[in-house]
């Protein structure tokens, strides 16, 4: 009966490294959200994948930015020669069906330091 | 102007008291969570409403579709209510349901 599960729950990295970011959904959830909450502002939008549909990748700041599902299950967030501006707490959310009306459940977030 | 828009951002109450939490928005929406972050980062969703009021325990939450408003109210409000309350909308993509949050309420409750 596993929530939703992120690693690492901590990442500091030099400017300009890559790092990847890990998300697993609830069991049989077949929507993934990846948020982003920077210091200082809100939640933002990233990038999500429902079932064998296309990703929205409509919130993804930069084409440093990209993400991937595999099997439908587990997610990993990649950002390419990190800068300091990415410095945030990456969430991951997911849902059931992706639906109208459904709770997003979330994860305990990767707070990501670029120095 | 943003989307979602939240008020207070900052509310101080003493334990007991009745909280009011709002949230008006500007765009056509399928739902509209409020969640709940900890320090430490954690959220818990709240409420996700559609129309109507719903009550959890202390916590009620309304909505007025045609106003475009929700509320967050706590009543009988605890120490261990303090928290960032955050008002999200849902836009139904057809596939998914993508959030736009609010700037978030920062609810500290003293004894």
């Known amino acids: 009966g596993a929530g939703v599960s992120q690693s690492p729950s901590n990442k500091v990295t030099e400017k300009g490294k890559d790092v990847e970011l890990r998300c697993d959904p609830i069991?049989?959830?077949?929507?993934l959200y990846w948020y982003r909450q920077s210091l200082g502002q809100g939640l933002e939008f990233l990038i999500y994948f429902q079932g064998n549909s296309a990703p929205d990748k409509s919130g993804l700041p930069s084409d440093r930015f990209s993400a991937e599902r595999t099997g439908g299950s587990v997610s990993t967030l990649t950002i390419q020669r990190t800068q300091q501006e990415d410095s945030a707490v990456y969430l991951c959310a997911s849902s059931l069906l992706g639906g109208r009306r459904e709770t997003q459940y979330f994860g305990p977030g990767t707070r990501l330091l670029v120095l | 102007k943003n989307e979602v828009e939240q008020s207070p951002q900052n509310l101080t109450a003493q334990e007991g008291e009745f909280i009011t939490i709002n949230c008006s928005y500007s765009v056509g929406i399928s739902a509209l969570h409020w969640l709940q972050q900890h320090p430490g980062g954690g959220i818990v969703s709240l409420f996700m409403?559609?129309?109507g009021k719903k009550k959890h325990g202390r916590l009620i939450a309304t909505i007025n579709i045609q106003e475009k408003h929700s509320s967050l109210h706590i009543t009988a409000s605890h120490p261990r209510d303090s928290a960032v309350y955050i008002c999200a909308v849902a836009a139904y993509t057809g596939t998914a349901s993508k959030l736009t949050f609010g700037t978030g309420t920062r609810l500290q409750v003293t004894l």
């Open positions: 409403l559609s129309s």
């Open positions: 069991s049989g959830h077949t929507a």
